[in-house]
């Protein structure tokens, strides 16, 4: 898995690519709940991702769980069919705010 990240618009936009998966989930965990609970507005892209696993589930919760103690803002955005689909059956899509491009999710935010 490979993460970028950079500051647009006042917020951080991390993206990954990659499946996260067992195998690689420790790599965003490394990153993502650390640049929540520093900056007010995360996004998260996940364009890049074909593949999300109970391991990475389990990650982007620790990142959303650190962004509401801060009362800060984690929009999660591109996420493909089939990532889309495990967040629909899990109820992932009831806990995130999810858009459709990184774009839309720093609109979101402003």
């Given amino acids: 898995m490979q993460i970028t990240e950079e500051t647009r ?9 990659g499946r996260l998966d ?9 990153v993502l709940p650390a640049r929540v609970e520093a900056n007010a507005a995360t996004v998260l892209s996940l ?3 074909p593949y999300v696993s109970s391991a990475g589930l389990r990650v982007l919760l620790i990142g959303a769980k ?13 996420l ?11 109820g992932f899509t009831a806990i995130f ?14």
Avoid: C, Q, W, Y
Avoid at 9 to 17: F, H, I, K, P
Avoid at 22 to 30: D, G, H, M, V
């Fill in 9 to 17: 618009d006042g917020a951080v936009v991390v993206s990954a690519s």
């Fill in 66 to 78: 650190a962004a509401r103690a801060k009362g800060h803002r984690l929009v999660l955005a591109g």
């Fill in 47 to 49: 364009a890049d991702v």
């Fill in 22 to 30: 067992s195998n690689t989930a420790a790599a965003l965990e490394a």
């Fill in 97 to 110: 705010a999810i858009e459709p491009d990184v774009e839309s999710a720093l609109a979101s935010l402003g």
């Fill in 80 to 90: 493909s069919d089939s990532v889309r689909e495990v967040f629909d059956v899990s």
